[in-house]
């Protein structure tokens, strides 16, 4: 038979098909097949799941509902053991929280009926290719001797599971400008894990498990904990993805966060849309009104924009550290910066620049207005507070 158009394949693209409409089931298989696909047919997520660790597939197609183990359940269990895998989701009643809830797991697409012919097919040839697109990727890693542990979903789960038993908050001070004291410390996440050694790679492999609210609930509880035994006189700014803006953890009276409350800045990262983020300025104000304050991170180096400003109406920005590293030596940036501390006076936002690490970053982020600093020149991340700086 015909391999399907677009595919440079040496074996027939293979698709799990899931759907508990036994008569649905087999004529959409019929149509993969005619298509140029193999295709494998399960009634059930339980046998889904047990045909995907029997054999290899190159994307999965399955109804969102379904008894027992549903679409949005057999997607979950799917990121526990490979993150690589495309699930095409398909519904006949679709709602919003599905949808997001799809996308947040790894949904490659999310489909509804009645399904038109040429999307399903062209939807189900792109899967296929980024599945393999994926694989050609961790081939080329191996032979370069780059291989790391996204390129086994089981290994990955065993690396951040092993993390997440090894976390620990570093914190480093952030100074005010005009005489070098100690306004506040950054919470930074950190693990004993040799293979997840960054903290980027951790908060990637989270987010690929589909487990990010994991990971940020262990952090902030060390983080807050740590704090509240040690009770500094400074702030603490930890840092927030934009999903995490809903976490009902930030609200609970029982948690050692909201404990921690009116020391707390909210740190949300530039670098993460607030698109998927539903009802952001009403969660803000509620934050807000429990005493949280709020600031934007990487400012320069994400989805900048007027968005984020108008929404979050942040106390505190944070300048990229790409924005300010070797600033004394270029006007361009010197300039940029000036523009964008002006405007956030204008807007009663306070600006730290991030990344210092020389006299001369200093002295000019000082110049040009910046309120507060942060960078290994004030201060390396390190376990606990230092003495004299709280």
């Known amino acids: 038979m015909e391999k399907s158009p677009g595919l440079s394949l040496s074996e027939r693209p293979r698709v799990l098909l899931v759907d508990d409409e036994r008569s649905l089931l087999r004529a959409t298989g019929r149509l993969l097949r005619g298509w140029g696909f193999e295709s494998e047919e399960c009634e059930s997520g339980a046998d889904a799941l047990d045909a995907l660790h029997k054999g290899r597939f190159h994307t999965v197609l399955t109804d969102v509902a379904m008894p027992g183990i549903s679409g949005i359940a057999l997607l979950r269990a799917i990121r526990q053991f490979d993150t690589d895998l495309p699930v095409i989701m398909i519904t006949g009643g679709p709602t919003l929280e599905t949808a997001i809830e799809a996308l947040d797991h790894g949904a490659f697409r999310y489909l509804v009926k009645p399904v038109d012919f040429d999307d399903l097919r062209r939807v189900t040839q792109q899967a296929v290719q980024l599945n393999l697109l994926a694989k050609a990727k961790q081939e080329a890693l191996r032979e370069l001797g ?18 997440l038993d090894s976390l620990w908050p570093a914190f480093q001070p952030i100074v005010k400008a005009r005489d070098g004291a100690v306004f506040a410390y950054e919470a930074l996440v950190r693990s004993q894990e040799p293979r997840l050694p960054e903290p980027a790679a951790l908060l990637d492999a989270a987010e690929r498990l589909g487990q990010l609210d994991l990971l940020s609930h262990a952090m902030r509880a060390k983080t807050t904990h740590e704090y509240l035994t040690n009770r500094p006189t400074a702030q603490l700014f930890i840092n927030l993805h934009p999903l995490e803006l809903h976490d009902p953890e930030l609200l609970d009276q029982n948690s050692s966060t909201f404990a921690c409350r009116s020391r707390l800045v909210l740190e949300v990262t530039e670098r993460a849309t607030l698109e998927r983020v539903g009802d952001v300025r009403g969660r803000v104000q509620e934050l807000r009104e429990a005493g949280y304050r709020i600031a934007i991170d990487d400012l320069g180096a994400g989805y900048a924009g007027l968005t984020s400003f108008a929404t979050l109406e942040p106390e505190f ?17 010197q300039r940029l910066i000036r523009v964008m501390t002006s405007l956030c006076h204008d807007l009663n936002m306070q600006v730290v620049a991030e990344g210092i690490e020389k006299t001369a970053e200093r002295d000019m982020c000082v110049s040009l207005g910046c309120d507060f600093l942060q960078g290994f020149l004030h201060g390396r991340p390190q376990p606990g507070f230092r003495d004299g700086l709280h």
């Open 146 to 163: 780059q291989g790391s542990v996204g390129e086994d979903g089981m290994e990955l789960q065993s690396a951040f599971a092993s993390a």
């Open 317 to 333: 920005v944070k300048l990229d550290m790409a924005l300010v590293r070797d600033v004394h030596l270029a006007p361009v940036k």
